[in-house]
């Protein structure tokens, strides 16, 4: 069974830094090109980041160049998001999915966890 779990959502203070994990089970998580996707409350879902299958290869939007990073553990078939200067803006449920076309995820077709909510606000 194809799983994908995210934990580490809570609550940060505005400027302060967290760390996201997704653990995989069920197929060859090496494989895959894999992404992060937040959706805030009443808003659309809006993709944040991908990483190739090696790890070498890394896509960020706009609003996280600079700030967060994504990387990977083959070895531990999971997925990571560093979060650096959080700001309220940042709350948002998180997931993570595979991106099997160009890096991007896709309903339907790609493999998604179920989210952890994460918060920023002092």
């Known amino acids: 069974q194809v799983q994908l779990v995210e934990s580490g959502g809570g609550l940060v203070q505005p400027g302060g830094s967290h760390r996201l994990s997704c653990a995989a089970s069920g197929f060859s998580f090496g494989m895959y090109d894999m992404s992060w996707v937040r959706q805030a409350p009443g808003k659309r879902p809006e993709w944040v980041s991908s990483i190739n299958t090696g790890g070498g290869g890394t896509e960020y939007a706009d609003f996280a160049k600079g700030r967060f990073t994504i990387s990977r553990d083959n070895a531990k078939n999971t997925l990571y998001l560093h979060m650096n200067s959080l700001e309220p803006?940042?709350?948002?449920?998180?997931?993570?999915?595979?991106?099997?076309?160009?890096?991007?995820?896709?309903v339907g077709v790609d493999y998604w966890g179920q989210g952890t909510q994460f918060t920023v606000s002092s």
């Open 89 to 106: 803006e940042d709350t948002a449920e998180y997931y993570c999915a595979t991106a099997g076309f160009d890096l991007r995820p896709i």
